[in-house]
């Protein structure tokens, strides 16, 4: 009885490890600027055609915004920053969508779309460009793409480990350990993870702003702005549950990052 119970326990352990080694041996890749390694199981081809297609389906569904002064505006930042990026093969198009939402994104392929509700926030071609250069950064890393593979390789993890703990007499404990591991793999995995994917994106977007012509201390400027709009729209989610690193320590993290941009930085 105890026995095979310890021989259960060891072949949870070794199809879980076995799992874990094949999600992080398969598809792994390197991020640009900053080196670090990633597991990604789709091919930048893939994601570029996922990312024509939603951007197509965006401008059917979103206003385009007719304003002549911010469209040459979103146009100048975005051809400065694209033109120091580091996105192969890109179809460079910045659209300004006309919405109240504080927001812009980078889809890969180069897709980029500013919100007009961002702009009172970016208030000038520095701020612009430090949400511009974050959202490419973004692309330019894959982490849409990694974030998919992470959450397809926890969901199979889990499924492994339930699967085996189902098959002993302690089936009971199946649904709860299923749902303890949804839970775990959300607070101990996947949040964490995307606040990593955000620090990252401010680092790359720092170097891209800088190389772009912007002052990169501008970014410190803007993410407290950014800070202040949130506090007044009520954002009071608990910092943990954020997906975002808290305000404070992102501008802490920016400074710390300044002189290695601040290198890069050539005024235009
Ligand atoms: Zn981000």
Redesign the pocket.
Same mark, same amino acid.
């Given at each position: 009885m105890k026995r095979s119970f310890w021989r259960r326990q060891a072949a949870v352990v070794t199809i879980c490890g076995g799992a874990l080694m094949l999600l992080l041996g398969a598809g792994c890749g390197t991020v640009a600027e900053t080196g670090r390694r990633q597991f990604n199981f789709m091919s930048p081809g893939q994601e570029m055609q996922l990312g024509f297609s939603e951007f197509e389906k965006m401008k059917q569904q979103v206003p385009i915004s007719k304003d002549p002064g911010a469209n040459a505006l979103v146009q100048k930042v975005g051809k400065r920053v694209a033109a120091v990026a580091d996105l192969p093969n890109a179809q460079w198009e910045f659209v300004v969508f006309e919405s109240k939402e504080a927001n812009a994104f980078c889809l890969p392929g180069g897709k980029v779309g500013v919100y007009t509700g961002i702009l009172p926030i970016t208030k000038d071609e520095a701020g612009l460009a430090t949400v511009i250069g974050? &959202?490419v950064a973004?692309a330019v890393a894959r982490h849409g793409g990694e974030r998919m593979s992470v959450a397809m390789g926890l969901q199979t993890a889990g499924a492994v480990a339930g699967a085996v703990i189902g098959n002993s007499k302690y089936a009971n404990y199946g649904p709860a350990f299923t749902q303890v591991y949804g839970v775990g793999s959300q607070l101990g995995a996947s949040l964490p993870h995307s606040r990593m994917? &955000?620090a990252e994106?401010d680092e790359i977007g720092l170097i891209y702003m800088a190389r772009a012509g912007y002052n990169p201390e501008a970014a410190v400027g803007f993410w407290q702005r950014f800070g202040e709009f949130n506090r007044a729209a009520g954002a009071n989610t608990p910092w943990f549950l954020r997906t975002?690193p808290t305000d404070n320590q992102r501008v802490e993290n920016l400074k710390a990052l300044m002189p290695k941009a601040k290198a890069q930085f050539r005024a235009q």
């Open positions: 974050h &959202e973004h994917q &955000e994106a975002h």
